[in-house]
């Protein structure tokens, strides 16, 4: 039996319909993740287009893609689970619900603050820019974990914003620790490059004692590492940081490289819609074949599939997917 336990922030996604010029005046990067109050997320929801409203956060959007890729594949043995802190409120409650009707199992603690959101503005480009109101998740801690369960598993994996309070940090680090000592791998996501900007230093000392498999995109590693290209030299920088490194290159498919090598698995041509989660939903894909056992190549290509699959409706959504999308991947 191959399980997966994530731990990450639960946040309610808020999709809304922008333009460059309202980027330009909330003063952000277009694409970057922005940490704000409730008050600044509320204006952000205000001057844009609402469109749907889903459960979200990277980790869970990667939960969700293996719990889904499971339920399409009859697979009955495979369980998925996820950690992290809501509040006792309407959003929490939703959260808990559609995780669990996804086929999560959510451990999610309760906490005084309101559940985190996150208003997710995309552009006519399709890219999306993030305004992120953490609440409650910013309260998870090492007493909400279940490190027996964390230890049983396959793959822990964790995402880059757990950096973003101490608290989190550090039950980030317990859980890797714990998963570590019980024989389970640890997989990390850096999520956003803004992550890697803010936490570069602290990242590259925890990283080579603590993680397996490094998912991250050309401009994380980048920062990461200091080099720029090409390509090939990213990936050798970054294997100081993990054994095995994942580089995801959007529709150009992603790059592996191994004990057993390098090689890259091409994307697929899809017309995007909407971004949001492709990078989550990447994980997803390799991180289930990965739990697996599958040939790297195999996980590099399901993850490829489910990533162009989600881009091209609106919000991380996987319940309108086509099954026969993964038939392909049968044993």
Known sequence: MSSIYGMGN????????????????????????????????????????????????????????????????????FSIHYVGAVGEDRFGDEFVRDLNSAGVAAALARKRSATGSSAIVVTPDFERTMFTYLGACR???????NLDAIGGSTIFHVTGYMW?????????????????????????????????????????????????????????????????QPDAAILEAAAALAPHVVMKIGAGGCLVQSAAGTFRAAGERVEATDTTGAGDSFAGGYL?????????????????????????????????LDSRLIQDFGE
Not at 54 to 71: E, H, K
């Open 10 to 77: 639960p946040l309610m996604d808020i999709i809304l319909r922008g333009t460059q010029q309202d980027l330009e005046a909330f003063g952000v990067e277009p694409g970057s993740m922005n940490l704000v109050s409730y008050r600044q997320q509320l204006n952000v929801i205000e001057r844009c287009r609402g469109v749907s409203r889903l459960p979200g956060g990277s980790c869970a959007n990667t939960a969700r893609a293996a719990a889904w890729i499971a339920a399409q594949r009859g697979d009955a043995e």
């Open 139 to 145: 309260e998870l801690d090492q007493a909400d974990l």
């Open 164 to 228: 973003d309070t101490p608290n989190q940090e550090s039950a980030a680090n317990v859980a890797a620790r714990a998963a570590r000592r019980a024989g389970a791998l640890v997989s990390f996501d850096v999520a956003d490059p803004f992550v890697a900007e803010r936490y570069g230093a602290r990242l590259c000392d925890w990283l080579p004692r603590n993680c397996d498999i490094l998912f991250a995109n050309r401009a994380e590693l980048q920062s990461l590492t200091g080099v720029t």
């Open 288 to 320: 289930y074949g990965h739990a697996h056992g599958w040939p790297l190549e195999r996980c590099a290509r399901l993850a490829n599939r489910i990533a162009a699959a989600v881009v091209t409706v609106e919000g991380c959504r996987y319940d309108g």
